[in-house]
């Protein structure tokens, strides 16, 4: 992939609000060299694939917000990962520096393997093939999420950043039940790291209006991007938002479920909400 590959970007006629929607996971541009060189077939690769998650939040632009939308696949490049996530049981030449957790699961910048731990890999990459990548995936989708946040404190006051993923169904099945039910959001600022307190009531707050049971923090807290941007007191906040996959898709076949329409549908005041929400005045004054 070059770098005119790395994103889409869906701007608003003007921005009206300072809310910036990202989803990093939602690519499926698969290179056909790495298809055709992985261990696995390309539904497989597509397990760890945010499927559809872009279209899902494609309104951001119509209420005043910008997308920014992943070309890339999670599977050949992860960009919720620092750079330096790299995985010496994956790229030639790296050395561990640490424990990282993330890198130990398989699941570094560039990830070993994809949903249940099904390798994606029959040997090792080139180190300078992993820069490459990065090069021309993970570095212009951040420097264009970079701007785009900074944009918007400049003309806003502050930035709020809604991180948009999908999760899988079965990693619900310990989730804590809300009024009863499993969740079906789980919101993510990194324990109150990521984002200001009022951020993460309106965000709440717009979901529940819409009839959806949202969880905060667990089992999903946010990553490298909510970590990354979030940056309460310089005014940049960041709320990841995660979507059971079970209402919306096929998750064997990677294909679009029955519910997905009628998700997208009763997501559309959700996000209006959320821009709404990160518009108004009162509560980014205050900081």
Known sequence: MNVADAYLL????????????S???????YPERFVREARLGRVELRASEDAFVDELFADAPFFGAPLLRAQAPRAYVDLNRAPEELDP???EGVRTTGLNPRIAAGLGVIPRVVAEGRAIYWGKISEAEAQERLAACHRPYHEALAGLMARARAAHGAALLFDCHSMPSDALRAAP????????????????ASAAEWAMVRAQQAFEAAGFAVARNTPFAGGYITQRY??????????????????????????????????????????????DAATEAAPLAAE
Do not use: M
């Open 230 to 275: 979030g940056r309460p007191n310089q005014g940049w906040h960041a709320v990841q938002i995660e979507i059971d996959r079970a209402l919306y898709l096929d998750e064997k076949r990677v294909q679009k479920g029955p519910g997905f329409e009628a998700l997208r549908r009763a997501l559309a005041p959700v996000v209006a909400a959320l821009c």
């Open 10 to 21: 869906d701007q608003p006629r003007a921005p009206l609000s300072r809310a910036v929607f």
């Open 89 to 91: 049981a994956v790229v």
């Open 23 to 29: 989803s990093p996971h939602s690519g499926r541009r």
């Open 177 to 192: 039940r809300v009024k009863g039910r499993r969740p079906d959001v789980v919101l993510g600022d990194r324990f109150g």
